[in-house]
């Protein structure tokens, strides 16, 4: 990929990566779904867990389940800065089609009400969101996925709620913006500042995909993902940007990508797609852009394609990740970084990472 950088200035103290959640052809078509799993058989459930050793820390989430025999693998989602339990679920509703449960989490502190009643754009906007972004804040949500974790194998048991249901040993995350970040700290990423012994790494997680990630806050990247060590699909886009980024480029979220060694690594770049395609609002008030639909069906296809690899034991589609760059050649570049497939893919190094 092409671009022009520059050294990219170290922030001073903010661990955090995150952004609000915010024409090419249609090359890649959704994979054929799985047995039992229409859409017709998708039921949606809503509640909250409340978590007695975090002070009673609600945490809202909602429940895509297939319909069909279980037990299905699970996918947990976090929504970025600002999102909610309703973000992205033009993504979670088609992974849930594809026969994988699906639980969207709600963060407290960075969630919704964050932004409610701001201006779309403007200083105010960038002020209230930076109240999402402090140690307590980010910790509080970086808490919520192990304890999500918790209370799906409680409901799995025999005798509860989603007995039969899900299979716990197939676990993967996703996470669009601050969702991001929270994935990729559930996976291993150093977290600056969390004291001696606090860890958030979540060994359940056996796969993850991060939409629209960014490069560390403060952190040597070299070093920042050195505990990583779990299959990464990460998507962006040449416009992926936001007010909250320090970021000089939108090419500088693919330094997650070319930082991680520890395990198979894809990356997605979609020609002029921006922030908000993966967050999924323009889905919600019928405002998508002319290059939306094409791109949403990339999106789709190839998240389920990578669910199906890593979560799925899908031989076939862990071989076709190799084919990658090849399927997303002319809607955008994409990126391989696995040893069964050869050599990685070249990717011009991001400056002063």
């Not at 309703?86 to 026969?99: C, D, K, P």
């Not at 307590?136 to 249901?165: C, H, I, K, M, W």
């Not at 789709?300 to 890593?310: C, D, L, Q, S, V």
Request: proline share 8%; charged share 20%; aromatic share 6%.
């Amino acid at each position: 990929m092409s671009q022009i950088r520059t050294p990219i200035r170290r922030a001073l103290a903010i661990v955090l990566t995150i952004g609000i959640a915010a024409a090419t052809p249609a090359i890649a078509q959704p994979p054929p779904r799985q047995p039992g799993a229409a859409a017709s058989t998708v039921e949606v459930r809503y509640g909250d867990w409340t978590d007695a050793a975090r002070a009673g820390r609600i945490v809202p989430w909602k429940l895509y389940l297939p319909k069909g025999a279980g037990p299905f693998p699970v996918v947990v989602h976090s929504h970025g800065l600002g999102g909610s339990r309703e973000a992205s679920v033009y993504i979670l509703q088609a992974v849930a089609e594809a026969g994988f449960a699906v639980v969207a989490l709600q963060h407290a502190g960075s969630d919704s009400g964050l932004l409610a009643g701001r201006p779309a754009e403007g200083g105010d906007r960038v002020s209230a969101g930076r109240a999402g972004m402090n140690m307590q804040v980010a910790q509080a949500r970086y808490g919520d996925v192990p304890f999500a974790l918790n209370q799906l194998t409680e409901a799995a048991r025999s005798g509860g709620a989603l007995a039969g249901r899900l299979d716990l040993s197939r676990v993967g995350m996703s996470g669009h913006s601050y969702g991001a970040l929270s994935t990729l700290v559930a996976v291993g990423q150093r977290v600056l500042g969390a004291g001696p012994g606090v860890s958030f790494a979540e060994p359940r997680i056996k796969a993850a995909i991060a939409y629209s990630p960014n490069k560390p806050r403060g952190d040597d990247p070299s070093t920042a993902f050195t505990r990583v060590k779990t299959p990464m699909l990460h998507f962006t886009g040449t416009a992926d940007a936001t007010p909250f980024d320090l970021e000089k480029s939108p090419f500088e979220r693919t330094v997650p990508y070319q930082a991680i060694t520890g395990a198979d690594q894809f990356l997605i770049i979609l020609k002029d797609a921006d922030h908000a395609l993966f967050g999924g609002r323009r889905v919600a008030t019928g405002q998508l852009k002319p290059i939306d639909p094409p791109q949403m069906e990339i999106v789709k296809a190839e998240t389920i394609r990578f669910w199906r690899a890593y979560l799925g034991g899908d031989k076939a589609a862990a071989q076709a990740e190799c084919d990658l760059p090849k399927r997303i050649a002319g809607a955008g570049e994409a990126f391989v970084k696995a040893g069964r497939c050869g050599p990685p893919t070249p990717i011009t190094p991001v400056a002063d990472q």
